[in-house]
T-cell receptor
């Protein structure tokens, strides 16, 4: 079983729609959780941290379910510029464990 | 503000040739530095990390090595490249929070 698993997609979504991704992790002792965004052939960029109480940043909402060991990312009112690969990242033992990413394509 | 530089952006090297990739960070002191590799369709794989000059920890046994000759300089090397070394190499830094890492633009290496 992979340490961090994501649906690779692609998710093809019309502009303006709401889209949600999930990610599961295997290490119950994991301490920190993040979503990164990676554009095609570019470096990953930190999108947001994920807190136990859930957190929101504009159109983006991240949630953590420790009991079920999954993390979610919700994007509302999606824009063309949201097209990218979204990487789920888990911090454990002072290292980051990376998912392979979920590809999102927003269509006009 | 902090910036991180990597070069070259792309590189095509024959099997058996040496490799040297360089990463430098500006605008911060004593950063933690990391080398990752990303293969197509895979998650990032941590290769090396460094918490200070001359301090290198290796995560994956392979034919690559890393050095940190200066506080803000991190170098990835190989004496003889393998086909399996092809990938997207990313340097990253962190300061207070080990888990909040920021990446350079990366080097896309193709070994032929």
């Amino acid at each position: 079983r992979k340490e961090v698993e994501q649906d690779p997609g692609p998710f093809n979504v019309p502009e303006g729609a709401t889209v949600a991704f999930n990610c599961t992790y295997s290490n119950s002792a994991s301490q920190s959780f993040f979503w990164y965004r990676q554009d095609c052939r570019k470096e990953p960029k930190l999108l947001m941290s994920v807190y136990s109480s859930g957190n929101e940043d504009g159109r983006f909402t991240a949630q953590l379910n420790r009991a079920s060991q999954y993390i979610s990312l919700l994007i509302r009112d999606s824009k063309l510029s949201d097209s990218a690969t979204y990487l789920c990242v888990v911090g454990s033992n002072y290292q980051l464990i990376w998912g392979a990413g979920t590809k999102l394509i927003i269509k006009p | 503000s902090q910036t991180i530089h990597q070069w070259p952006a792309t590189l095509v090297q024959p099997v058996g040739s040496p490799l040297s990739l360089e990463c430098t960070v500006e605008g911060t002191s004593n950063p933690n530095l990391y080398w990752y590799r990303q293969a197509a369709g895979r998650g990032l794989q941590l290769l090396f990390y460094s918490v200070g000059i001359g301090q290198i920890s290796s995560e994956v046994p392979q034919n690559l090595s890393a050095s940190r000759p200066q506080d803000r300089q991190f170098i990835l090397s190989s004496k003889k490249l393998l086909l399996s070394d092809s990938g997207f190499y990313l340097c990253a830094w962190s300061v207070d929070n080990l888990y909040e890492q920021y990446f350079g633009p990366g080097t896309r290496l193709t070994v032929t």
